[in-house]
């Protein structure tokens, strides 16, 4: 697991955290959020001066970093203004982890960049995705550095703390489609399914293969034919809904296409391994319902 888990929240000002990183934004129409612009003041228009140089142009994705009174502070852009969305506090929320690992600093404090608080739970999501990393197969050395906390400063709202929840669970269901077809295999993904239903207290039904092809699913046990490892049918149920409507969701889960393995060209032969990704995204629905309930 190489993510941050939760998104601390603080009032601290930017001058008063211990954060190796403070990330605030400015927009296309060169205006700056509530903190960036108490930074501007404070150092005696740092950021306008970058602005009016024309290095600094406040489109999504761009960002710049400054050294001021001692503090390392990320300026990002946020792009125009009356576009800025859930989407565009995820992107620059997942930049500003990003960025803190491009530069080996393991601690990043955001501003809170949901203008009026519409999109707080868009903050928790873009930190703990964008520090996600998958370096399970990569050789422990110094290239390999991991945020460690990532703090929202100016607000408090238990948003941002349900956000970090679903973007955990979005980073289970990439480690499960990361792993090659020899460890998430139809085993694995019945394993996952009962740590999720032993979290959320849920109910798990696991059909092997005599079971599911006595019902019928006789395409299901063929397909599997190709392979030694057993293949399974998972069924996983939170009954927690209330008297609303149930809502199935069903995901593909073939772990490895070895029917086609010799006959299709060898060009992105190694992304088979994403054919389960299907049933990847069910675990990752149920695996936020667990840390939600």
Known sequence: MAHITSVNLSNDKWNETDAGLIAVGVFEDKSFTPMAEEINTASDGAFSQAVEIGDVKGKSGESHTFYLEGKRVLLLGLGKKDKYNAMSVRVAAG?????????????????????????????????????YQFLDYKTKGKNNFELK????????????TKGAAIANAVCLARDLGNHPGNVTTPSR?????????????????VFDREEFTEMGMGG?????????????FIVLEYMNGGDEKPKVIVGKGLTFDAGGISIKPAAKMDQMKYDM??????????KALAMLK
């Open 149 to 160: 906390s990532a703090t929202v400063l100016g607000c408090t709202k238990e948003d941002i």
């Open 95 to 131: 930049k500003a982890s990003r960025s803190a690992i491009e530069k080996k600093v393991d601690t990043v404090a955001v501003e809170c960049l949901c203008i009026d608080c519409k999109h707080c739970q868009a903050v928790g999501e873009g930190l703990v995705l964008g520090s």
């Open 277 to 286: 990704c299907g049933s990847a995204v069910v675990l990752g629905v149920f």
């Open 189 to 205: 993904l019945a394993e996952a399914a009962k740590e999720i239903a032993d979290e959320g207290g849920m109910n798990l039904t």
């Open 220 to 232: 299901l046990a063929g397909v599997a034919q190709g392979t030694d490892e057993p293949p399974k």
